[in-house]
C-alpha cells in the first residue's frame, strides 16, 4: 500500500532528492568515496555548498547585500542567536504559538524583550492583527508559519523596524520579498532537507551593532566571512537541501510551490468544512496553513476520533495525528506532498462519513 506521510516534522521529502541523497552517501558524484567521509574542505564538496548557497538565492530573489549561511542547532539555537547579534536594548515579538514563546523566553536574556501582541488566550487559533510595533525596538520577530496550530501569515508584513521571521515550517513555499525581512531562520527538517542543517538569510548592514562580545560560533560574523565552513558543516543535509533547492527549480520555483500548495489546502480544508463530521480549528479562515493543516472531529462525533485515526492509518495515511496541545488531526502538506496524497486523505474522510 501507498503510504503519504503527513508528518509535522522530520517530514516529506521528493523521492528524487530522497534517492540522489542516499546514492550520495555511497558513491558521491563516481568519486568511489561516500559523502560522509570525504572532507568538508574538498573542491566536490565545496562545489556542492557554493551551489546550494547560489541557488537558495536564486529562488527567493535574495537582493544585494543578504548573505546565506548553513549552520547546526536547529531553529531553536537561532531563538537565542537572533537577541545575542541584534539586541541592544530592545526587542518586540509576536507571540502566535508555542515556537514564538520559545523565541521569546530566549530574548528576555539580552534585554528588553516585549509581547506585542498574543492570541495565548484562544489557544492560538489566530494570528493577532491589531498591534503597533515600538518604534525603538531593534527588531520585531514573527513565525511566518504555526507549525502546531496551523496558522501562518501569507504575505510579508510591512515593519517600520527590522523584521525577523523564524520560516522554519513554510520557506520555500510561495514568494516572499526579502528586502522586507532584516533576518530570516529555519531548521530544514520541514520543507528543505533531512534534519541537521539550519539556514539563516541575513541583511549584512544589521550586524555589529549590540556593542556586545559574541562567542564565535554563535556569531553571524563568523559564518558570514568563513561561508558557513568555519567548522564542519554537515554535509549531509547541506546535499540533500541542494536536492530540494534543484527539485523546486525544476517544478516551476517557489511560485509553482505555492500553486501547489494552494491546491492542496483548498482540496482539504473544502472537505473540512464540507464533511459534517470534522471541522478546522483555526477561527480566523484567512489564517488557516496551507502547510499544517489541523481538524478535530464535530462535538457529536468526539468519541470517532481513536476510529478514525486508526481507519487513516490503515489507507496509508503516515503522521496526521494532532499535536497534543490542539488535539484531533494535523496533515501537514509541505512542498512535496503530492494533490494525491491529499486526494487520498480526503477519500478517507469522505469513507468514513458514509460508514457513519
Ligand atoms: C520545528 C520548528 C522549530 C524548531 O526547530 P528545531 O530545528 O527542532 O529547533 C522552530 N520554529 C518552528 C516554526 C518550527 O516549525
Known amino acids: 500500500m501507498k503510504k503519504y506521510n503527513f508528518g509535522a516534522g522530520p517530514s516529506i521529502l521528493p ?3 530522497i534517492k540522489a541523497t542516499a546514492e550520495a552517501c555511497v558513491d558521491f558524484g563516481g568519486m568511489g568515496l561516500s559523502l560522509m567521509e570525504i572532507s568538508h574542505r ?15 538565492k536564486e529562488l527567493l530573489g535574495i537582493p544585494e547585500g543578504y548573505s546565506v549561511v548553513f549552520v547546526g542547532g536547529g531553529a531553536s539555537l537561532e ?3 537572533v537577541p545575542y547579534n541584534l539586541l541592544a536594548k530592545k526587542a518586540a515579538y509576536l507571540n502566535t504559538g508555542v515556537w514564538a514563546k520559545k523565541a521569546l523566553k530566549e530574548a528576555k536574556l539580552f534585554g528588553e524583550a516585549v509581547e506585542v501582541a498574543s492570541s495565548a488566550a484562544d489557544n492560538y487559533t489566530y494570528i493577532p492583527k491589531d498591534y503597533t510595533i515600538p518604534a525603538d525596538a531593534d527588531y520585531f520577530h514573527i513565525t511566518t508559519n504555526n507549525t502546531i496550530y496551523g496558522t501562518e501569515l501569507h504575505e510579508d508584513i510591512d515593519s517600520p523596524v527590522p523584521l525577523v521571521a523564524d520560516m522554519s515550517s513554510d520557506i520555500f513555499s510561495r514568494p516572499i520579498d526579502v528586502s522586507k525581512y532584516a533576518l530570516i531562520y529555519g531548521g530544514a527538517q520541514k520543507n528543505l532537507s533531512m534534519a541537521g542543517v539550519t539556514f539563516v538569510i541575513i541583511k549584512d548592514e544589521i ?3 549590540t556593542g556586545r562580545d559574541i562567542p564565535t560560533m554563535i556569531d553571524y560574523r563568523t559564518h ?8 564542519t558543516p554537515p554535509v549531509v543535509p547541506i546535499y540533500c537541501a541542494l536536492q530540494t533547492l534543484k527539485w523546486i527549480k525544476a517544478n516551476g520555483g517557489v511560485a509553482g510551490m505555492e500553486k501547489r500548495a494552494k491546491e492542496r489546502a483548498e482540496l482539504l480544508y473544502g472537505e473540512i468544512d464540507r464533511n459534517k463530521m470534522f471541522r478546522g ?9 496551507y502547510m499544517n493543516i489541523c481538524f478535530v472531529m464535530a462535538d457529536e462525533y468526539k468519541d470517532l476520533e481513536a476510529e478514525f485515526l486508526q481507519f487513516a492509518q490503515s489507507k496509508g495515511m503516515w503522521g496526521i495525528k494532532g499535536h497534543r496541545s490542539v488535539g484531533g488531526f494535523r496533515a501537514s502538506c ?11 486523505l480526503v477519500d478517507c474522510m469522505k469513507e468514513f462519513e458514509a460508514a457513519h
Open 334 to 344: 509541505y512542498n512535496a506532498m503530492p494533490l494525491e496524497g491529499v486526494q487520498a
Open 207 to 209: 550586524l555589529g551593532k
Open 224 to 231: 558570514i566571512d568563513k561561508g558557513s565552513m568555519f567548522n
Open 79 to 81: 531563538f537565542c542567536m
Open 281 to 289: 480549528t483555526v477561527t480566523a479562515k484567512e489564517d488557516r496553513s
Open 15 to 17: 523521492q528524487e532528492v
Open 42 to 56: 574538498s573542491k566536490e564538496f565545496q562545489a556542492v555548498m557554493d551551489e546550494a548557497q547560489a541557488l537558495f
